[in-house]
């Protein structure tokens, strides 16, 4: 089942998310250099030849309706990944995922690119179902609960570990309609 296509970009608060294009490799393979990014994730991105699959992924889940993934770009640099994880179209549920590079974290960018992403699944999704979108992360990313927590996402539960990932897990979530809290100033 396809799902609809997105060529539009978003913006958010001084970022744009677009769809990535082949022309991301390069920035692709230098923000996989980071372990912690690597530690997090789970296709590898060390060279060419993986750029182009991870690329790929992304397009097979967006042609297939089941991830929509957007490259966050401050002007013309690429700072961070959203996506939104639909594993069952027309479902009630969905799952935020994302990572930022290394030199824009601590900028605010993943609350932000979180943020309109959570707006545009909503607003795109929620006539055909879409009630709640789940953010989850282990409970050695802490980086991972302010987020969470600055876009809106409040704790709800504590997970056990779940291959691939070995230990506990957080999950926070959204609702339709519910409004998120003010976003704290640091």
Known sequence: MGGPQVTAALTADGLLLRPFEDADAPALIEAYRDATLRRFTRTPVGDAEEAAHWLRLQEEGRAAGTRYSFAVLDGAELVA????????????????????????????????????????????????????????HQVDNPASCRVAEKAGYPFVELLPPFPPFPLDGHRHSRKWLDEPEPRRSE
């Open 81 to 136: 990944n959203v996506a939104l994880k639909y594993p069952t179209p027309g479902g009630e549920t969905a799952e935020v995922g994302y990572w930022t590079a290394a030199p824009a974290r601590g900028r605010g960018v993943a609350p932000r690119a979180v943020e309109a992403l959570t707006a545009w699944a909503f607003a795109t999704f929620a006539e055909g179902g879409l009630r709640r979108i789940d953010l989850l």
